[in-house]
């Protein structure tokens, strides 16, 4: 497979066409924005925290496929967390997408471990990570995040 | 040939021919122009205005050379009336802290179109805020042209200042400056003309226009980055107060004041991008030789190839359908988003813009976040234009 076919592969394309955990929740604790000024990408992030769990865990906006898969794949692997465990996989996704870390999968990402291409795609990381850093800014109380 | 001279042209890109659709944002350079860098630090290398050994004095008599074709390519009455900037952003600032500021009060009103740039904008609201004056639009319709109708109502008695874009950067649309010039004039309104993707595409001629200031962005008509030129009346930049303090703008200094140089000495401080102003004038050059009525005839038949070949594309919408507009394409398509367009097009070579295109109010206008957007100019060719649409069916394909 190109790498182009790696990048946009089956999996990426279905959570694009049905995004989980999409759409703004009735209710929520945890708020924050997340800002692609270059792209022009904004995607809304919606937490609902309790005892240090994150319950629920949903996003809208609209943008590209990667960012949109990506989020997708983030709510559905962040449901259930402790913040704690939640920081330790985003410190896992970092490294995932850090284009001079030459890894290729965490155990622990699961499915998101398929966004890997990305880091074969400068320009388009931050794409993949908006998501991850706005939750990360709403955990923290933060209002926006960007990826500038 | 003129594509020839364009060795910036010839490179593979992910193993494949470049397709370069990326004009507005930035142009190639010809060869004329590439030669006029090299010979500058090659042969004249060393400061202008300043020593009297033989390099000073030649690399002086190139810059100002350079100063004479720029004046020549937009009809400036005198090469004096042209000031060298890094670009149509640095122009704009200029004039809104120098000419525009010294005349507002709180209240007063700076007229500005919805197709800016946001170099045509934030200037003007820090303006605003430093001053309390008040930013005013002019309305843009579906077709990406300015709502004119109210023109006379929107230039008031509280109208200090008018800044307009020539060509818009994102839609192409080719905006009436000339008949907007005058009816601020009617009403002793100046006017700043943002020249920056008009000089690549048509003939500008600053003189019938009647404008009180003109930008010219280097980079875009086929000349170096970080050069471009401000034109401004004489009476106007004779008036000013200098932009930026330091060597070159002063006549004499001593700890207890200053005498500035004349004008353009005066709003040029510091050693200058001296190589790039030399390219610049090789670019003017270079469109006086091929001549800029064959590049707009170019550009037309690119036009009208281009809209007929994309509508191969199911779903392909082009944002932006002005009557008078450069060959510039902005598009969204169904299902795709204009990001994943640009990575997968890329991949067959073809390089484009995605997103705002530094212009977020015409996108908020149209409720979208951006497009993709195919910029093209007179060294392309219709082939290129038929990569354009293959690699676009692969992105489609690709979504199914």
Not at chain 1, 57 to 65: D, P, W
Not at chain 1, 85 to 108: H, P
Request: with cysteine.
């Amino acid at each position: 497979m190109t790498d182009l076919n790696q990048l946009y592969k089956k999996a990426i394309l279905e959570h694009n066409r049905n995004p989980r955990n999409y759409g703004k929740p009735e209710s929520w604790t945890h708020y924050a924005e997340g800002l692609n000024a270059i792209c022009g990408d904004l995607v809304e992030v919606y937490l609902s925290i309790q005892d240090g769990v994150l319950e629920t865990v949903h996003y809208s906006g609209e943008s590209c496929a990667i960012a949109m898969a990506s989020a997708s794949m983030m709510t559905e692997l962040s449901t259930g967390l402790t913040t704690v465990d939640w920081q330790q996989k985003f410190g896992l996704f970092k490294r995932l997408m850090d284009k001079n870390n030459a890894i290729n999968s965490f155990d622990e990402l699961g499915e998101v471990n398929t966004l890997v291409t990305v880091k074969k795609f400068p320009s388009r990381i931050k794409s993949a990570t908006l998501c991850w850093y706005a939750v990360d800014a709403a955990i923290k109380g933060v209002g926006t995040a960007t990826t500038e | 040939m003129l594509r020839e001279q364009f060795p910036g042209l010839n490179v593979q890109v992910h193993g494949k021919p470049l397709v370069y659709l990326d004009n507005a944002a930035t142009a190639q350079r010809p060869q004329a122009v590439l030669d006029a860098i090299n010979d500058y630090y090659l042969n004249h290398n060393a400061n202008i205005h300043r020593g009297v050994h033989a390099l000073s004095e030649s690399a002086t008599v190139l810059y100002e050379q350079a100063r004479v074709s720029m004046a020549k390519l937009i009809n400036a009455p005198t090469m004096k009336d042209l000031i060298f900037v890094r670009g149509c952003t640095e122009g704009v600032n200029l004039v809104a802290q120098t000419f525009v500021r010294n005349r507002l009060k709180a209240g007063d009103e700076i007229l500005i179109s919805h197709l800016e740039h946001h170099s045509n904008i934030v200037p003007w609201q820090i303006l605003c805020e430093q001053t309390g004056a008040v930013l005013k639009v002019i309305p843009m319709n579906q077709l990406g042209e300015l709502e004119l109708d109210d023109l006379d109502q929107l230039i008031n008695e509280k109208t200090r200042f008018m800044s307009v874009v020539h060509v818009s950067n994102s839609l192409g649309t080719i905006n009436p400056v000339k008949k907007m010039v005058q009816a601020a004039h009617d009403k002793g309104v100046p006017v700043l003309v943002d020249g920056a993707q008009a000089t690549p595409h048509i003939k500008v001629d600053v003189q019938d226009l009647d404008c009180d200031f003109y930008t010219v962005s280097g980079h875009k008509m086929y000349g170096p980055t970080g050069s471009g030129v401000l034109y401004g009346k004489t009476e106007h930049l004779n008036s000013m107060p200098p932009y930026h303090g330091g060597g070159e703008m002063i006549s004499k200094v001593t700890f207890e004041s200053t005498v500035y140089n004349a004008v353009p000495a005066k709003f040029e401080a510091g050693t200058p991008n001296i190589a790039g102003g030399i390219g610049l004038g090789a670019a003017a050059e270079f469109i006086l030789a091929a001549g800029i009525d064959k590049i707009s005839a170019r550009d037309h038949q690119l036009r009208v190839y281009t809209e007929q070949a994309l509508k191969q594309v199911s779903g392909l919408s082009i944002i932006g359908n002005a009557k008078e507009k450069s060959p510039v394409f902005s598009f969204v398509i169904d299902g795709v988003h204009a990001h994943d367009i640009g990575t997968i097009i890329d991949h067959c070579g073809v390089a484009v813009r995605t997103g705002h295109h530094c212009t977020m109010p015409i996108f908020q206008y149209y409720g979208l976040a951006g497009t993709c957007r195919a910029s093209l100019a007179f060294y392309n060719t219709e082939q290129d234009v038929d990569v354009l649409v293959e690699s676009l069916l692969k992105a489609k394909t690709m979504f199914q």
